[in-house]
């Protein structure tokens, strides 16, 4: 199976903060990475596909870049709504597997 | 229109079998490039995908629970089904099923269910 690791685990932020989330692969999942953003007591929506195409409806303050192995997803500039849990997903192949998730915090 | 729904038991108890259904509405079960995936997740803990069940019927499962998981599909009736043996209270989660869409690729779930929280106690 394909290990996805994402770093840190939990990040604490002002309004306005960039912020940037890693991902790592076990191996090369060419861009084959999805973004979710997940707020408590919800379902996950997805906010990227292929590492770095922006799902519609999306705000253009989230990208997405990286291939092979390292992932990053950044918030440009953090508003309210985006306090949430992250998490990235390999779409390589099966087993699907998911990061642990990166809790996005009011500092 | 897209919606997927869980449904089934709130509370089970250690070793039963957990059976629960997702219905979808505004895609059909059949349609090329559409799968549904089961994912769980326990109180405070990350996602975890369990199974998948594609268009033309080929299934998927998580390696380490393939021994207790049986996903199915009743097209007519728009639902999947997942059943998950011997539960145990570990199994205490948030189950939701999400729609797969296969593209040229890219590959993603783009639309999930509310979840159906599951709790496994005696």
């Known amino acids: 199976d394909i290990q996805m690791t994402q770093s840190p685990s939990s990040v604490s932020a002002s309004l306005g903060d960039r912020v940037t989330i890693t991902c790592r692969a076990s191996?090369?999942?060419?861009?084959?990475l999805a973004w979710y953003q997940q707020k408590p007591g919800k379902a996950p929506k997805l906010l990227i596909s292929?590492?770095?195409s922006l799902q519609s409806g999306v705000p253009s303050r989230f990208s997405g870049s990286g291939s092979g192995t390292d992932f990053t997803l950044t918030i440009s500039t953090l508003q309210p709504e985006d306090f949430a849990t992250y998490y990235c997903?390999?779409?390589?192949?099966?087993?699907?597997?998911f990061g642990g998730g990166s809790k996005v915090e009011i500092k | 229109q897209v919606t997927l729904k869980e449904s089934g038991p709130v509370l089970v108890k250690p070793t039963e079998t957990l059976t629960l259904t997702c219905t979808v509405s505004?895609?059909?079960?059949?349609?090329?490039?559409?799968?549904v995936s089961w994912i769980r997740q326990p109180p405070g803990k990350a996602l975890e995908w369990l199974a998948h069940?594609?268009?033309?019927?080929?299934?998927s499962y998580s390696t380490s629970l393939k021994n207790r998981l049986t996903i199915s599909k009743a097209t007519s009736k728009s639902q999947v089904v997942l059943a998950m043996t011997n539960m145990d209270p570990v199994d205490t989660a948030t189950y939701y099923c999400?729609?797969?869409?296969?593209?040229?690729?890219?590959?993603?779930?783009?639309?999930w269910g509310q979840g159906t929280l599951v709790t496994v106690s005696s």
């Open positions: 505004g895609f059909s079960l059949s349609s090329a490039r559409m799968g």
């Open positions: 997903q390999q779409a390589n192949s099966f087993p699907i597997t």
């Open positions: 999400a729609r797969w869409f296969s593209g040229s690729p890219p590959d993603y779930f783009d639309y």
């Open positions: 191996q090369d999942i060419n861009i084959w």
């Open positions: 069940i594609s268009s033309n019927d080929e299934k």
């Open positions: 292929a590492a770095s």
